[in-house]
């Protein structure tokens, strides 16, 4: 069984306009929720093997807020794929999980996340907000043998959920 914990980067800064998309800091709301997400997620019980991040600034911040919280040591694998990815391209990333690692947590962005979970676990999510985790578990032994609706999503946690229930 393996698991990807899909964490859309949190809330970035526009208040540069001579930065490009690329290079979007995270704002104080985003420095704020990433942490506490990434608490949110080891509180549940979910600890990564894999740290996979998108080179965008706003998503490598992101990734390097929960490397911390988690004290994780290894480096943060950086995918030049996963940003502005498709669905497409994220099924070929995750082939491309290092094949030791059971739990990879891969940082990104909308609206490809929302598509691909959507489709990798036939639900229908409307949008994973900045720093929403979704949570998926894999019927299957290894990344090669990822395929589509199949996969069962469970657990889909976001800073505000909860807040308007």
């Known amino acids: 069984m393996k698991r990807i914990v899909f964490v859309r980067h949190a809330k970035s800064s526009w208040t540069d306009e001579t930065l490009n998309d690329m290079e979007r800091p995270l704002n104080e709301?985003?420095?704020?929720?990433a942490p506490l997400m990434a608490d949110k997620i080891r509180s549940m019980g979910f600890t990564p093997d894999a740290l996979v991040s998108s080179p965008?600034?706003?998503?490598?911040?992101?990734?390097?807020?929960?490397?911390?919280?988690?004290?994780?040591?290894?480096?943060?694998?950086?995918?030049?794929?996963?940003?502005e990815?498709?669905?497409?391209?994220?099924m070929d990333v995750i082939k491309g999980f290092p094949p030791e690692?059971?739990?990879?947590?891969?940082?990104?962005?909308?609206?490809?996340?929302?598509?691909?979970?959507?489709?990798?676990?036939n639900v229908r999510i409307d949008n994973i907000p900045t720093c929403g985790c979704a949570v998926v578990e894999l019927p299957a032994d290894n990344w090669e043998n990822t395929s589509y609706e199949v996969n069962k999503l469970i657990?889909?946690?976001?800073?505000?959920?909860?807040?308007f229930d």
Not at 29 to 33: A, L, Q
Not at 57 to 78: C, D, G, N, Q, S
Not at 155 to 163: C, T, V
């Open 29 to 33: 709301r985003g420095k704020v929720d």
């Open 56 to 83: 965008a600034r706003r998503a490598r911040k992101t990734a390097r807020k929960f490397a911390k919280v988690y004290r994780f040591e290894p480096e943060i694998i950086l995918d030049d794929r996963i940003y």
């Open 85 to 90: 990815a498709d669905e497409e391209a994220l």
């Open 101 to 121: 690692a059971e739990t990879v947590f891969v940082f990104g962005h909308n609206p490809g996340f929302t598509w691909f979970v959507n489709g990798l676990c």
């Open 155 to 163: 657990a889909f946690e976001y800073p505000k959920k909860g807040l």
